[in-house]
């Protein structure tokens, strides 16, 4: 239950071919920022405008 989902925000059609399975080393690899994010809890998203912008976090559920 702890999967994540990195997206690029824009919208794809929902075929399995749009998207890729891939390590979270891999990911930090290529943007190292992405570890600010790490402590993400549950069921929480974060978002920014911009590679260099603040993480915005919010909850996924309506009673958080």
Excluded at 4 to 10: E, I, P, S
Excluded at 49 to 58: L, P
């Amino acid at each position: 239950d702890r999967d994540w989902m990195f997206l690029c925000g824009d919208l794809h059609d929902d075929s399995p071919d749009n998207y890729k399975a891939v390590g979270v080393g891999h990911i930090l690899d290529w943007d190292p920022s992405l570890s600010e994010v790490l402590d993400l809890k549950n069921n929480h998203e974060a978002e920014r405008t911009a590679s260099n912008s603040e993480w915005i976090r919010k909850s996924l559920q309506q009673s958080d």
